[in-house]
């Protein structure tokens, strides 16, 4: 599955370079649709045609759910299925700019928490180049995928390679998924 265009160039800009939604900075934080990312207060609409979510609070939960003919993969507190990039290496994210205006990373301002399915002692974070935090599950960094529009158990990123590498869902156990998503 393909990404038009169009959208790539509408998230990119909407979105910036840093693909940070849990920093406030004004008005190019008002323009910015929120990344969908770790606890948040009510849904807002970011650009027609897509809803996200508006960061607030500090802690970002990671569960999981049964997504499509996937099976249980791990979704945040939302229902929202979250991705690894296999171009990532160490725990470090190699996705920033215009890769995570697409892919924006699941952050969080404190401990990342285990709900339903998935192990504590899986998750943990690293520092983005943009001074974030991002949530990871058995080191891997984790991401949202803007075509998904924040709808839970949507899986429109699985197996997808784009920005120079691969995407997937991620099991429970922090190994991909290679299973597809339709």
């Known amino acids: 599955m393909a990404v038009p265009v169009a959208a790539v160039a509408a998230a990119a ?7 940070d939604a849990t920093k406030s900075d004004g008005a190019a934080a008002a323009n ?3 990344a969908p990312g770790a ?7 970011s650009s027609p045609g897509t809803s996200s979510p508006t960061t607030s609070a500090a802690q970002a939960t990671i569960a999981t759910a049964t997504v499509g003919n996937l099976g249980q993969v791990l979704v945040d507190g939302q229902g929202r ?10 725990g470090t994210s190699s996705c920033t700019g215009s890769c995570a205006a697409v892919w924006p990373p699941v952050t969080s301002m404190g401990k990342p928490h285990a709900g339903s399915g998935a192990q504590a ?9 943009d001074g974030s935090t991002q949530v990871t599950y ?5 991401y949202y995928f803007v075509p998904d529009n924040g ?8 197996g997808l390679n ?6 997937y869902v991620v099991s429970p156990d922090g190994k991909k998924v290679e299973k597809s998503g339709s």
Do not use: I, N
């Open 138 to 142: 058995g080191g891997h960094p984790l």
């Open 162 to 167: 784009q920005f120079g590498g691969g995407w």
């Open 81 to 90: 299925t979250v991705y690894l990039f296999e171009k990532d290496q160490g």
């Open 121 to 129: 002692s899986m998750l943990g974070t690293t520092s983005r180049s």
């Open 39 to 45: 606890v948040t207060s009510s849904p807002s609409m």
């Open 151 to 158: 709808v839970k158990g949507s899986a429109k990123g699985q």
């Open 32 to 34: 910015r649709p929120a």
């Open 13 to 19: 800009t909407a979105c910036g370079t840093s693909g």
